[in-house]
């Protein structure tokens, strides 16, 4: 698989974005092992942008490293510069099943109740809101109304 072909603009864009990120992979004296490859692939599919440390003198050896990498893994060469290479790649989207019969999780909340006296602190509480409750103004839980049902709807005219 080729590599991606990025503009010089965006190119510069993911630099910028790639400066103060240390260093995911490293790559031994071994060269590029398959067990490499594989954390490759996975540290792009988990942030998209990667940096990843050659260890070992030879630039040759590195730039081989360096398109071997973005060939192989689809990605785009960002920057290489001294040990120092940088990959970018397309995230994956996320598939995230919709679950209709979900509710509102639990809500851990923060009650003030002040003094009656000025220079006291208030008093803090926290308290568990479930999905089907709610925090009145006095700070007291109170489970929710259930919603008014149509009549003309449950007949099924």
Request: net charge positive; proline share 6%; aromatic share 2%.
């Amino acid at each position: 698989m080729p590599h991606i072909e990025l503009s010089t603009a965006e190119r510069k864009a993911h630099r910028a974005e790639a400066h103060h990120l240390d260093p995911v992979v490293m790559i031994g004296n071994d060269g590029l092992t398959p067990s490499v490859l594989k954390e490759t692939d996975a540290a792009l599919n988990a942030h998209g942008l990667i940096k990843i440390r050659v260890l070992g003198d030879d630039r040759a050896a590195r730039e081989a490293i360096y398109s071997q990498l973005a060939d192989e893994l689809h990605a785009a060469p960002i920057q290489h510069i001294g040990k120092l290479l940088v990959l970018w790649r397309p995230k994956p989207k996320k598939e995230r099943a919709e679950d209709e019969d979900r509710m509102a999780g639990p809500k851990d909340v923060k009650v003030l109740k002040y003094s009656k006296r000025g220079g006291q602190r208030p008093e803090v509480r926290v308290v568990r809101v479930l999905g089907n409750q709610r925090l009145t103004p006095g700070g007291k839980v109170k489970k929710a109304a259930s919603k008014q049902k149509s009549v003309k709807k449950s007949r099924g005219d």
